[in-house]
Structures are given as C-alpha cells and as structure tokens.
C-alpha cells in the first residue's frame, strides 16, 4: 500500500509539473499576441457559425494591410499542422501575411458530438470553406485571398479553387492528394520491386486491386512506413518528428484540454471513423486527375519526392496535365516524404512570401 501511495503521489506531481509548464508556456505565447495586438496587428481566436454548426479560426499578422492566406490542414479529424492551435507558431508567416488557421468541421476546436453525420462530405467541406474565405473577404476587405491546402486538405482546396476561382489569388498545394486507387496502385508496385521480403510480397498480392479494404490499407500503410515512403530519413536527413505537429497544441492558450481530447481521440475518430460517407469518398471516389482539368488561378505543388502516401509520381503528373491560369510551378521536395522536415518545410513557407511579393 505504501508503494501505490508513492507512485499516486509520483504521477500527481508529474501531472501538476506539466500543467505548470503549459499555463506558463500559455502565457508567454500571450504575452507576444498583446504585443502584435499593440503595434496594430491581429491575433485573435473567432467563433462563427458555419453552415449550422460552431466553427473556430485563428487570426494572425503584423500588418492588418497584408495579404490573407488561409491554410487548410491534414486529416480529417485532426487539424495538424496549421491548426487553430498555430498561434505564435509560425513567425515567418506571421510577418508577411494575415495568416488563417482554421479547424473544420469535425475536428479539433470545431468538433462537437451533434454534428450530423449526412454533413459529413466533402462538398459540405467545399462549402464551409466558402463560407470562411467569404468572412474574410469581407473583414480585410480582400477581393481574393490565397489559399495553402496539406493532404487531405488539398482535396477541399483543389475542388474549392476548381468552384470559387474567383475568390482565391493563388492556390499552394502541399503533399498533393489525387486519388487513393492510383497512389496505391503506384506505390504497392514500388514495394514490391524494392523489398525482397517473400511474406510482404504474398501479402502485397492477397490485397487484390486498389483500392484496398480497410484491413489491407492498415497493412499496406505498415508497409509504406517501413520502407519510409511516408516519413523519410537517409544518412544525412532525420525522420520529421511526428509529435513535433503535437507540441503546439499542448501549449496552445486557445486549447482547453478537452479540445486537445478531440485532436487524439473524439474528433478524429468521428471524422476516420464514424464518418463513413466521407473516408467512402476519400479511399474510393476522389480522382482530381478526372475532376479537375483546369483550374482560373496560379498554383504551386510542393510534394516529397520520396512520398508514397500521395504518390510523387502521381501528382507530377496531375500537376503537367493540368492547365491554370497564370504561373504554375512543381517544386519537389528531395529529403521529404508525405510530411515535410524543416528544411523542405522552409522552402514551402519561403515559396509562399516570394509569391505574394
């Protein structure tokens, strides 16, 4: 009994120390909001009513006069990176844009138990977006706006730019999703060239064709990874630390701890998993190489060359297929895979402040 008591006590303590170490952290991203704040800048948390249901998006620039950008995030379901929990995170944006961090719908911030289910589709996600470049049109006086999409949040920027052209500057995609049947096809064909492991290879061919079930996809996922086609690491480049993405949210002052609840485990499991209308669309219906064929704005692709999540090969080639109306630019990212390390990740953000120059 004497040994339970001291381990309570040992995980009181720790618990007490990390929630020390977050309200202090909180305060000092605080005290550089104020500042911003001070010299007329902006860096604010807004609550809007999006289509029915309570939506949440950070604000923040140095320059009230800058140009908006609004980021869509990875998921669905967890608004990792460019989330509402961004705040302070992203200095060099900061300084040359009026960045927006958005959790849609379903995730993060913007996760609620009641959301209907039937809204739970990409066109709705189209729509929701509509909605916010719309409010910040309007707020910042803004006839356009540009838009940077990650991964799964590039299926709702292509299809947004593909509808609303008019709304939107230019368009920077970053792990380009295309379609989940082809990128499969792609990569399951590179595993099996490049693994001499029999047992893989006889797993590989029960899979049948892509897309693959639900149970293929985690083993076919297991394989991508091991073979480092989502994460990529050599002699001279390091693995990009995936709980770095989680880092701001645990001393984001925007985030309660039940928001970061939603972020690991409510809301990503409604959007992965309940919302089987939505994954149906993603894992079987998406093809952007036949849906979209031309696009009224510039637009800017950066993808790892060694990503085999959203298939390099494949979005090169949507990228070459695809006609735009004024620059368009591939930027391969050579010691990345689907996530982005710094230095890849640095050129992204560089590519964006010389585009809006």
Same mark, same amino acid.
């Given at each position: 009994m004497y040994f339970l008591f001291i381990g309570i006590g040992i995980l009181i303590f720790a618990l007490i120390s990390i929630l020390l170490v977050r309200h202090i952290i909180q305060r000092k991203v605080l005290k550089k909001s104020n500042e911003l704040i001070d010299n007329s800048g902006v860096s604010e948390l807004v609550e809007l009513n999006i289509n029915g249901t309570k939506q949440y998006i950070f604000i923040e620039g140095k320059d009230k006069e800058e140009s908006v950008i609004l980021f869509l995030h990875g998921g669905p379901g967890q608004p990792l990176p460019f989330g509402v929990s961004s705040?302070?995170?992203?200095?060099?944006?900061?300084?040359?844009?009026?960045?927006?961090?958005?959790?849609?719908?379903?995730?993060? &911030?913007?996760?609620?138990?009641?959301?209907?289910?039937?809204?739970?589709?990409?066109?709705?996600?189209?729509?929701?977006?509509?909605?916010?470049?719309?409010?910040?049109?309007?707020?910042?006086?803004?006839?356009?706006?540009?838009?940077?999409?990650?991964?799964?949040?590039?299926?709702?920027?292509? &299809?947004?730019?593909?509808?609303?052209?008019?709304?939107?500057?230019?368009?920077?995609?970053?792990?380009?999703?295309?379609?989940?049947?082809?990128?499969?096809?792609?990569?399951?064909k590179w595993l099996i060239e490049i693994t001499e492991d029999k047992k893989m290879k006889e797993d590989i061919a029960s899979f049948g064709n892509p897309p693959y079930s639900i149970e293929n996809e985690e083993k076919y996922s297991k394989y991508i990874s091991k073979y480092s086609g989502d994460n990529y690491s050599d002699e001279t480049t390091s693995k990009v630390n995936i709980l770095s993405y989680l880092k701001p949210m645990l001393y984001?002052?925007?985030?309660?701890?039940?928001?970061?609840? &939603?972020?690991?485990?409510?809301?990503?499991k409604f959007?992965?998993?309940?919302?089987?209308?939505?994954?149906?669309?993603?894992?079987?219906?998406?093809?952007?190489q036949e849906e979209v064929k031309i696009v009224k704005v510039p637009v800017y692709l950066f993808q790892g060359v060694h990503d085999k999540l959203t298939n390099y090969d494949l979005t090169e080639a949507f990228f070459n297929e695809l006609k735009v109306h004024g620059e &368009?630019?591939?930027?391969?990212?050579?010691?990345?895979?689907?996530?982005?390390?710094?230095?890849?990740?640095?050129?992204?953000?560089?590519?964006?402040?010389?585009?809006?120059?």
């Open positions: 705040r302070g995170v992203y200095p060099k944006i900061t300084e040359n844009f009026i960045a927006v961090y958005y959790d849609q719908r379903g995730a993060g &911030k913007s996760y609620q138990s009641d959301i209907p289910l039937d809204t739970m589709n990409i066109n709705q996600f189209v729509e929701d977006t509509n909605e916010i470049v719309d409010y910040l049109r309007e707020r910042f006086n803004q006839d356009k706006i540009y838009l940077a999409c990650m991964s799964w949040g590039s299926i709702i920027g292509m &299809k947004y730019v593909d509808r609303y052209p008019e709304k939107i500057n230019t368009y920077f995609g970053i792990s380009q999703f295309v379609s989940n049947a082809k990128t499969q096809k792609l990569s399951t984001s002052p925007d985030y309660t701890l039940k928001d970061i609840y &939603k972020v690991v485990y409510s809301g990503a959007s992965l998993f309940k919302s089987k209308v939505l994954q149906k669309e993603i894992q079987h219906e998406v093809d952007l &368009k630019e591939f930027i391969p990212l050579e010691k990345s895979a689907h996530y982005p390390n710094k230095e890849d990740f640095k050129i992204f953000i560089d590519k964006m402040i010389e585009v809006s120059r």
